[in-house]
């Protein structure tokens, strides 16, 4: 009896701990398969937006394919970009993907850190709006804008470089705690035939 009552009580507990609003949103971005968690109580919307095809200054075509999550007060893009060939992937290429993207969103000094997004090296950066860097009044002071960039099907190639032909891209204004639950439960599906491509006996680098 004392056992059973001991397991009703942590049960109790652990359900009394668990989030209360935790979506599993999933569905197709594009060819690839995209799913996350969003917990929050604040009432969103998810937005396929219809893809755009570019050049990179190097004269590499792409694909991208645009996923925004909108809220009153908070907005979060996810950005999968499908170039023509595989590119480098490793850290400092994803830093230096989330270092221009927060430059541009107006950041002085980004905090950069190294972490694993679907199971892939990431890396994640942030920063506060201060006073005087609010420009046009769209944010307040002390609003938070995080990034974080990695290629969901980067793998090292014969010469040894870390090579992916998607870059998967994330900018949100949501409260810490609601992208970071996004960003850990992120995962992206790709094509199989992408996969096949990437394989080492296919990559001619």
């Known amino acids: 009896m004392r056992a059973e009552l001991i397991l009703i009580l942590v049960l109790g507990l652990a359900s009394l701990t668990a989030p209360a609003h935790a979506y599993n949103e999933s569905g197709p971005v594009g060819p690839y398969n995209v799913s996350f968690v969003m917990n929050t109580t604040l009432d969103y919307k998810v937005i396929v937006e219809a893809p755009t095809r570019g050049v990179t200054s190097m004269g590499v075509k792409f694909d991208r394919y645009n996923l925004t999550i909108d809220s009153a007060d908070y907005f979060a893009w996810l950005i999968l970009t499908r170039y023509e060939e595989p590119m480098v992937a490793n850290i400092t290429a994803n830093e230096y993907i989330v270092y221009s993207a927060l430059i541009s969103a107006g950041a002085d000094k980004p905090n950069l850190y190294p972490l694993t997004i679907d199971g892939k090296p990431a890396s994640l950066g ?15 002071e002390g609003d938070l804008i995080v ?8 793998r090292i190639s014969e010469d040894g470089v870390y090579r992916g032909k998607t870059d998967c891209r994330i900018i949100s204004t949501f409260p810490w705690e609601i992208i970071r639950d996004l960003i850990y439960t992120l995962h992206v599906e790709v094509p199989k035939e992408e996969e096949a491509l990437l394989s080492p006996g296919n990559l001619s680098l």
């Open 147 to 154: 990034a974080a960039s990695y290629s969901p099907d980067a």
């Open 126 to 140: 942030n920063f506060r709006f201060e006073r005087q860097f609010l420009g046009q009044g769209q944010y307040q």
